[in-house]
């Protein structure tokens, strides 16, 4: 086999070219952002562009029926499954420029690189893009992906609206983007998705790339409290039943639970905590709060979710507050596939990259497609400890060519495979 | 002297009608409330039914140049300094028909009391009213008393302006009551205020009546507290640095600080806890809370403010937060006057009113009058753990009737005095 090297510039050039769509001036962060939110006329702007640039490229590309897009080069035995790369284009309100279309895009620099080697792969390969993968839009993640990979229900996806009242189907319509191509037909040889890592992990070892093991799983709750509003002047200690304090308290005790280690690689967030009235001089009859728990392992997990109610139930008792507990996401760990996680490592060890195996912390398209095919992903560093969902997302060129180089090879590996 | 019985029907009928101006319908506290926030149309409509019944009633009305309404009975010997009873008829914007208005109400009916039973006291009697008690419109309490006795500046409390940017002096000019009277004149015999407790403790304790002792010293900060906003699922628990988790630890400690008993009587309430982007799966970067301690001893004050400042600093290094504290408002302990105390004391013994000598947790007009007079209040319990501003405050007319009957007989005692 020919050794394929991607071009750097180019690869960098596209992830500019298309932050430029949907950008927006964000004063907070003093720089650029992007604002390319799922079915949006920005979003659809974005996959117009994508999709030229994959017909330049020569791939034959199809719609299917939830917007995602599939790209195909043809391989020596095109009826072979497909090794599929890809990721996704939608972004957060307040987005960067690197978040999904480092994937999707590094994959268009794969084929674009095979093309001018001249070499043609055993195997097809798939470049694909990802309908609402980030959710922010009609509250649903990886919608695309889990349509196609069978999650959820194509219909029942259709009729999922934003908070405008807008449905997906509607708005697939509307951007021209509701393709014919049935949904839940691709299975791929492989699936390899490169991603930036959004966290400070490869940055602060000094990783040049991420080998990722799995999805951590996530368990979401909403919390309301009821105590007893009252005067912070005139209410004794002994009357209060302060329902802010409680959640603090949940807060401080999750925390303490964490640290404590009993439950692994536990991560736990209090993110809203919303007393009422709010104000300084009266004791908070009522809090809203939200936590979030992520962990590998989901024996664990399970685990710290028992902590987890029975620490509400006591705090209930102490405090004399009441507390309404319910469950508004979860997934259980998703493991990626050790071949090739072992494809990726080799890769990244040949070229010279030092590497890690490292687990997402958060969800990715990958996740749905490694229920129907043997999956895994690659992360890139990022600067600033990672930041991401923020207009100041930023992976070098050299950090984004390490990856599309170790995914590149990887793919090459995977598509000469009987 | 003639023992003076008060009409405690006629008394409830006065505060259930001063109630209806600027009364509406509270959906969540699902009964009506009052809304009669200091120099709108509504505390107008209020003075002007207020002022009629002062004038029906026979007593000389004056309004000086902060809006203060002073009612004068005359005495037998009218050049002695008169015993003033008052209180505020301002609410806050969902309040009850209870605060404030119980004490001039009351006032009000000393001096019908007085003169359906023909009684001319040695004194003078002036019953007042004073400009913006609760300072929820301008954002100084006390405001109008506070004027009247000299701790603020009548030019300075004149451009204090509403968040719409409408000043005091603008809008007492608007409703018609910016008064000749020049402020700072009136130096009374003693001062005597009845309002309701707005608390629990008589009506757990079983007593009918408060001889208050003082206000409590009240010391209240803002913190902004700035740490790193950080994706909750990719962000190892030792990166982080979260803002709301160090404002909950605050809001814990400051409890512990309370329940040790190190610092007396020591309340602490966290009632702004704000933190920044607050969405279930982002750590918390920034968080803006507040604090509000109340201390009826100086010293303990003083202490309780030391160790505060010094968890602070503990907890920034520990969390890695930054914190910011600004003292946004401080008064010391007001001791009110014993033999004052004694007076009312006595009056409630000889009607059979069960009693109890009670620290105030709120601030009240009074406390500007100690300034200059001899001073004390006489708290009503109220209904619900005394809740108030709220519109379900409320204490019943037997409550109410006990508290005014307790100052008329007081006012009268001290109106003999030489």
Redesign the interface.
Known sequence: MTEITIDSDRLYRSIEELGAVGSYRDDVAGCDGVRRVALTDEDASGRRQVVAWMREAGLDVSVDAIGNVFASRSGREPELAPVMVGSHIDSVPTGGAFDGALGVLGGLEIVRALAAADVMTRRPIVVAFFTEEEGCRFGTDMLGSAVATGRIALDAAYEITDAAGKSVGGELERIGFRGDEPVGQRRPHAFVECHI?????LA?GGEQVGVVTGV?G?S?F?LSLTG??????????S?RK?A??C???I??AL?DL??SGVHGDL?A???????H????????GRCVA?V?L?NPDDAAMAAAERDFRALLEERARADGVDIDCRQ?ARTAMVPFDDRVQDVIEESATARGYSHRRIL????HDAQEWARVCPTAMIFVPGEH??????PRELSTPAQCARGVQVQCDTVVMLAEEG
């Open positions: 890592e959004q966290g400070p992990v602060h951590q996530i979401w909403e007893h509003s009252a005067h912070a002047g005139t209410t004794p200690t009357f302060d802010g304090l959640a603090a308290r807060n401080v925390r964490v640290d991560r967030t209090m993110g809203v905590h919303r007393p009235p709010g104000v300084v001089n009266v004791v908070p939200t979030d992520r508004t997402s912390g958060a969800g400890d990672g930041i991401s969902h923020n």
